[in-house]
């Protein structure tokens, strides 16, 4: 194992290091000058010299691969340098939004993991009969409903309920309160954008979990360990969850590391300062180094996720060895 965990670090290093070669060249073609964002959002008259002081105090004069060194060394040594829009440290820029993001990709997994898989199982267990067509209907309308309409739904539903009963509107806080400071502030803003987002991806999670219970069901040794009279409930948590649980394993680890930077649209619809947003704003002020900086938080989560879920095959079917 410990081996096996080794070499797969080893084979991380070029998938980092790949991705963002890849990433800082792809950011370098799209159109696009930070110099004359900030020049136009300033309102002053565009003048050659100082557009040029500006690009030279970036370090955008610099040749390309020394900008990539730089890039790479600020990688390995985890100093992304400083954002180049607001002058600030990008570690300073990302805690909270990083703190935010965390949060709710936690969060999120949870509300999907309790919600879906026993759903899944019991749509399984009782195929084909009314109970299945209702979690088969709610999953479906989870997966053609927009995540940010739902949100949409949820605050007009805020509004127009909290007006009726209570005499006056109501909103979720705007401004993000650790959950160590005050709970309550913390779970009233991020309950919602959890319900809007929990939504879909439990119901693209509980179809995944009835099609892997229902495979199973058909195995010859289920059938075998039902008529040597074992309890069902035996059955279900030996044999069944186990050998079921391996793809959904994976579709779950995929959806918390995309939770991590890819609710854009969700983020804007509930104003939160998540990472996703940090991201759009970056790219429309075309800010490489916040952008390069974002770039490479996604990957490193995506590849550590990724091994967790490797690990964790091992834990639900011991016929997985890592050698």
């Not at 890849?22 to 799209?30: P, S, T």
């Not at 565009?46 to 500006?54: A, F, S, Y």
């Not at 309950?191 to 939504?199: F, H, L």
């Not at 030996?238 to 079921?244: D, E, K, Q, S």
Request: glycine share 8%; with cysteine.
């Amino acid at each position: 194992m410990k081996k096996y965990i080794f070499n797969r670090v080893l084979l991380a290093l070029p998938t980092v290091i790949g991705a963002g070669v890849v990433a800082f060249f792809l950011i370098r073609v799209l159109p696009g000058d930070i110099c004359l964002v900030r020049w136009v959002d300033y309102g002053q008259d565009l003048k050659p010299e100082l557009l040029e002081l500006c690009r030279e105090n970036l370090g955008l004069n610099d040749a390309l691969y020394i900008q990539l060194f730089q890039f790479l060394k600020g990688t390995v040594t985890f100093d992304f340098g400083e954002s180049m829009w607001t002058g600030r440290p990008i570690i300073e820029e990302l805690e909270l939004r990083f703190a935010l993001s965390l949060q709710l990709a936690v969060m999120a997994t949870v509300a999907t993991i309790f919600i879906s898989i026993p759903l899944g199982v019991f749509s399984a267990a009782k195929q084909n009969t009314w109970i299945d067509y209702v979690v088969r209907i709610i999953s479906i309308g989870g997966v053609a409903v927009p995540s940010f309409w739902l949100g949409i739904l949820i605050i007009l539903a805020l509004l127009i309920g909290s007006e009726a009963f209570f005499g006056e509107p109501w909103m979720p806080p705007i401004e993000y309160v650790s959950p160590f400071k005050d709970p309550i502030a913390n779970l009233s803003q991020l309950i919602w954008p959890v319900i809007a987002t929990g939504y879909r991806y439990s119901a693209v999670t509980t179809r995944m979990v009835r099609s892997s219970v229902l495979e199973v069901l058909g195995e010859d040794y289920i059938r075998t360990a039902n008529a040597k009279g074992l309890a069902e409930e035996l059955v279900l948590k030996r044999h069944i969850l186990p050998n079921a649980f391996l793809p959904v394993i994976t579709i779950i680890g995929m959806e918390f590391a995309f939770f991590m930077g890819g609710l854009v649209v969700t983020e804007y619809v509930f104003n939160l300062n998540g990472l996703g947003r940090l991201m759009v704003e970056s790219v429309l002020y075309a800010d490489y180094n916040m952008i390069q900086a974002l770039v490479m938080i996604v990957v490193f989560v995506f590849v550590v996720v990724n091994l967790i879920i490797d690990l964790s095959y091992a834990w639900f079917d011991p016929r997985v060895r890592y050698g």
